[in-house]
Nanobody
Framework: QVQLVESGGGSVQAGGSLRLSCVAS??????MGWFRQAPGKERDGVAA???????TYADSAKGRFTISKDNAKNTLYLQMNSLKPEDTAMYYC????????????????????WGQGTQVTVSS
């Protein structure tokens, strides 16, 4: 079992930055990741990281977002820079407990546990 508690969402102007945090308690996840969902759209992967630090990014996140983790604190981070209005969405922290592939995949059905979501709103 793992419990995920998120923080760091908010409202920011275009070009600004936010850092999302997700604290995991319980079993140490094999993968952790961030997904986002805008109203009427599918839940899409943003970035993910494996237990040994292998990362995967969505094309929209590359060069702007950085996923990282602190194993000692069992905490996942998403540093978001150069935010755009199209980044506006509910952001969810996710964890996979089962062994997976070497590089994590940004597919929601491959993750087992989810946080409550934190809203990110980017204005022009």
């Amino acid at each position: 079992q793992v419990q995920l508690v998120e923080s760091g969402g908010g409202s920011v102007q275009a070009g600004g930055s936010l850092r999302l945090s997700c604290v995991a308690s319980g079993t140490f996840p094999y993968w952790m990741g961030w997904f986002r969902q805008a109203p009427g759209k599918e839940r899409d992967g943003v970035a993910a990281i494996s237990s040994d630090g292998i990362t995967t990014y969505a094309d929209s996140a590359k060069g702007r977002f950085t996923i990282s983790k602190d194993n000692a604190k069992n905490t996942l981070y998403l540093q978001m820079n150069s935010l755009k209005p199209e980044d506006t969405a509910m952001y969810y922290c996710a964890a996979r407990l089962r062994i997976g592939r070497y590089a994590p995949k940004l597919e929601a059905d491959r993750f087992d546990y989810w946080g409550q979501g934190t809203q990110v709103t980017v204005s022009s």
